[in-house]
Structure formats: C-alpha cells, structure tokens
C-alpha cells in the first residue's frame, strides 16, 4: 500500500455530493451494479462497446427492480436515468466513482484501467470488480495507479451485500479508505481486506468446495443434484446467521472452538478432500452439464434466476428480523418458540427496524460488587443511541457538514438484573415516537434472553451554531418515517 503521497493529499468527493456514477462494462456483473447504483438514487452512465449494450441491460433491469423495491432500495429511485456511452471520456464525465466489470483477462484489465484513469478527473476512485487479479497486476500501465481499488462484489451485485475492498502495492491507503466507506454509504457489507490475496477471502472459500464438488462427479461420488442439496439442506441453512468459523465454534459444544480443534483436530489430516483441481477432461465438462440440466429440469435460466432472488430477498429480510430480535444469539435460538413474546419480540414486526446494538463486558466496567457498574449501562445505552443515529442519517459526515445532531434532554433508566464480566449485550431500540424536531426512543438491554435494562430518552435536534431546535432535513425525516414506531409497555412511567 502506498502511502507516501500525502504531500499532495487529493481530495475524493464528498458522498452526499456524488450525483452520477460510472459503470465500466454492463455484464452480469456490471449491469448488477448499474442496477443497484440506480436504485440507491444515482444517475448511472454506462460504458459498454457492445452494439447491444443497452438492451441487455434493460432486460437485466426489468429481472433486478422488482427485487430491489421488495427490498425497500429504490424509494425515490429513478429507474429510467440510465445511458450507455461508446466515448470512454464521455461516459466518466461529471462521475463521482467508477466501478469497472470488465472480462476477466488480465491484459483487457491493464488497457481498459489505463484508459478509464486517463480520462478521469484526478480526484475520482476507480473500482475494479474482478475476481481474482490483484490490483498491483492490474495497475501497471496506469499513470495513476495510487487511486485504483479493488471493489470484489458478490453475484448478483444487486442483491448480495457483499464487497471485499483491497488496494495494491500503489494504491493510496486514503483511497482504499474512501472506497471503503463509499461503499457502506450506499449500504453494501464491506470487507476492508488487510492486504492482496490471490482470490480474495469468499472466492477462496467456495472455490475449495467447487474444486471438491467437481471431484466427486468424477470420481462417481455424488451426482449434481446430491451436491447442491447437500448444502442447501444441510450447512447452508447455518451459514446466513453464523459463517463456518462460528459453525463449527458451535460444534464443540460447551468447549466451543477449543474443544472442536483440540478434539478433531487430528482429522484435519485424514484425507476427505483434495483441493487441488481435478482436470476438466470433456467427460467431467460434459458430466457437470448434464447433471445442472437434470437438476433444473423445466426451469430455464431466467426461472432459476427469479427463484434464486425471490429466496434471497425472504432470507435477507428474515435475517435482518431476527437480528432485531435477538442480535447475535439469533440463530441459535430462533427454533425456540417462548411462552410469552418479548417487548424486543413484538418490536421486530416493523418495517424497517432500527439496528441493534452488540457489545461485550469488559473488565474495566466491573465494580467493587463484580458486576457492571451503573455508569456503563448509561453508556451502552449511549453508544445504541449513536447507532440508531448513525442508520437514520445523523452520523458524523452530517453532523459535520450541518453542523447539527440529536441531543437526549431526558433520560430514564431502569436497572433490572445483574450483569457479570464478559456477557453478551445485546441492546434493542425502538422508536416510540417522532416529531418535526424530536425523537422519543426506548431501549431493552438483554443478555441472551434475560432483559437486564431499559432506558427511555427524549431527544431534540438542534443546531450546533445556534443552539436553536430545528427541523429534521427531508431525507433524514423520510427514513425516521419509514421506521415503524412501537411502545414497549413500560415507556411512559417517567416521560410522557
């Protein structure tokens, strides 16, 4: 990473400043993206040299837009501004960012990155999407090479949040940084990579089980259709709430993760795969193919595409409510029917659900008694508030630029149950009322299941260089309204 250019630092653009965004290539890939930028209320120019550029990417549109309103993404989206350019420099002009989707041939990646970083202005980050090319390969013939980033999205773009973000050796640690942050603006799940690996992480981790897959055809093993099922009945139902580390974390039992590698460890020699690739000699090539042919049977691909959408919308929208329910400990416990719903249970039916707050005790919170000190609960509860603040709008960026935030006027909160030293706090808000200029918000602070605390706030929002309560600006307004309010039955017995 180079970070010797800070003696002529440039200056990226400010996010709420981006109007325009320039996607190089309308593929799959880069057609997921256009959709996506399109849905989070860009302008979207396309450079794609294909004669039939444009009417691929309108059908690739007409597939995604329907996903994307059932996500609630495209609320006062323009679904129609949208051009395709041949002119590379006419195509990048008045961009705020660029993601290029171009085929993955690392010699096509050299030229096409060179030109785009001619032809930019200087201030402008340019986003690869590749799978698998570093970007230190990838940068050579540019003149610019300090403000190329890797941006590795997930198929489809659209819907799967997914970016892991990597520079190479001369990318600029600011530019990786405002990519980075870029993409979490637009509401992406980012993975600021620590340094290139070949592949990135998730390409590595399916690559593995691609490779072992193919070996089974081969060697007669397992057929398509058994391979597929086995994941989507079996450890793909896990892997949405907890990842394979966690999975198997969980395997150990009461030992966790200790247990598991001091248990199993030794089999990790026995040879169950092989994770070199087999070669793909025409009967294996063949033999795939017909095996997805038998296991789509009548679904043609734009069928197998609307399935695969509808099921990952239901599983997005599924996971986001139980991590409003429950936070981290979800998954483990969403088979358990309670006798009697929760407060947090009942608050999950929103629409839109304020993001839960997760946190461990550390040892320096413990009091003289062994336990959480109160001072800490008003902290916890204090670094929820900035959360919830940060998903309506009110973050730093905008705390800075307008010179306003949310202040609590009025505060109460109920110390319910002990808490010991390294518990899981999982803090629930939800928003019991909102006005013009104030927010009423109210808050569960649970370990596991055990409610330990609540806190009721008031807060207004008031601007910083006059001291004066103001109006929410229209979008922020719009967000606070799109989030369903719910009153828990204990608000109210000390702020009205």
């Known amino acids: 990473m180079n970070d010797s250019l800070t003696d002529t630092p440039v200056v990226y653009p400010d996010f709420d400043s981006i109007t325009t965004v320039t996607c190089v290539g309308a593929g799959t890939i880069g057609g997921g993206w256009a959709a996506y930028f399109l ?51 006419e195509a990048v002009t008045g961009t705020g960012f660029v993601q290029e989707s171009a085929p993955e041939d690392l010699d096509l990646k050299r030229r096409l990155l060179s030109q ?46 997914l970016v892991e973000v990597v520079g190479g050796q001369e990318s600029s640690a600011s530019a990786v940084d405002w990519a980075a942050d870029f993409y979490a603006h637009i509401g992406k799940s980012v993975i600021r990579m620590d340094r290139e690996v070949p592949g990135f992480i998730a390409n590595r981790l399916q690559e593995a089980l691609w490779r072992e897959a193919l070996y089974m055809v081969e ?36 030992g966790g993760m200790a247990h598991m590698l001091d248990h199993f460890g030794p089999s990790l020699k026995s040879p169950w795969t092989r994770l070199t690739a087999p070669e793909l000699t025409q009967t294996l090539r063949d033999d795939v193919v017909a095996g997805c042919d038998v296991e789509s049977g009548e679904r043609t691909i734009p069928d197998l595409v609307r399935h695969r959408d509808a099921g990952i919308i239901a599983l997005r929208k599924l996971t986001a409510e139980l991590a409003a329910t429950h ?31 997760l946190t461990e005790v550390s040892e320096d919170w413990i009091d003289y008694n062994g336990h959480m000190s109160e001072a800490f609960y008003v902290l916890v509860f204090g670094f929820a508030t900035d959360q919830v603040m940060d998903h309506l709008g009110l973050d730093a960026d905008y705390r800075n630029s307008a010179k306003a935030s949310l202040y609590t006027v009025e505060s109460h909160i109920r110390y319910l149950d002990e808490v010991a030293l390294g ?68 608000v109210g017995r000390a702020i009205g």
Not at 220 to 231: C, H, K, Y
């Open 423 to 490: 518990s899981q706090l999982s803090v629930v808000p939800s928003l019991v009322s909102a006005g013009e200029k104030k927010l009423h918000l109210a808050y569960e602070m649970y370990v596991d299941e055990r409610l330990v605390a609540t806190e009721e706030i008031m807060a207004l929002h008031v601007d910083q260089s006059t001291d004066a309560v103001v109006a929410f600006p229209a979008a922020i307004a719009e967000r606070i309204a799109r989030t369903i309010t719910h009153r828990p039955e204990w």
């Open 219 to 254: 060697q007669g093993e397992a057929t398509v259709e058994q391979l597929d099922r086995s994941i989507t009945d079996g450890p793909g139902l896990r892997w949405p709430f907890q990842g394979p580390m966690l999975t198997f974390h969980l395997a150990g039992g009461e």
């Open 39 to 89: 849905a989070q209320g860009f302008r979207v120019k396309i450079w794609d040299p294909a004669p039939d550029a444009g009417e691929k990417f309108s059908r690739l549109l007409d597939a995604a837009w329907p996903a994307l309103e059932e996500l609630d993404m495209v609320a006062g989206a323009d679904r129609t501004a949208w051009s395709v350019h041949t002119d590379l420099a």
């Open 327 to 357: 936070g981290a400990d979800a998954a483990a416990t969403a088979a358990a029917v309670p006798t009697e719903p929760t407060p947090s249970e009942v608050a999950s039916d929103r629409a839109e659900s304020l993001p839960v707050y």
């Open 116 to 161: 785009v970083d001619a032809v930019c202005d200087p201030g402008i980050v340019i986003g690869s999407s590749t799978s698998g090319y570093s970007m230190t390969e990838m940068a050579t013939e540019a003149a610019h090479p300090e403000r190329l980033v890797v941006g590795h999205p997930f198929n489809p773009p659209y819907l799967i949040p």
